[in-house]
């Protein structure tokens, strides 16, 4: 799979929530880099994301490689509600650094947190 189905395929399992699919994708010892979550190992990262989540929706807007490094920056929609039913929308950039085997190794998330820091504070 190339890293531009990788990345659809990526979307497609976080809106289905599906967690096996979702870690397929990764590396053993991969990392993701979160604004709400922060820094952790990717096993540790989905559980918990997918602890907080009853409903995820997620809508492609655009997906970009780096013909130097082979990163693929992933813009979406995603539309959250967390367990307590709290509803979050916002865009997001997702950043994909690959291994050579192509899994993700290190995935980084930029979006604006002022929604959503608050209500996943809440959970906790």
Do not use: C
Not at 100 to 121: A, G, P
């Amino acid at each position: 799979m190339n890293k531009v189905a990788i990345a659809k395929s990526y979307i497609e399992h976080l809106s289905n929530g599906d967690l096996e699919q979702v870690l397929s994708l990764f590396a053993e010892n991969a990392a993701v880099n979160s604004p709400v979550y922060g820094q952790k190992n990717y096993k540790d990262f989905y559980t918990e994301l997918f602890t907080d989540t009853n409903n995820s929706e997620l809508s492609i807007k655009g997906i970009f490689e780096d013909t130097l490094t082979g990163n693929i920056a992933l813009h979406f929609n995603y539309q959250w509600t967390l367990r307590n039913n709290s509803h979050v929308n916002f865009e997001v950039v997702d950043i994909l650094e690959f291994d050579h085997n192509n899994k993700i190794k290190i995935l980084t998330i930029i979006y604006d947190t002022v929604q959503s820091r608050d209500l996943v504070k809440d959970l906790k």
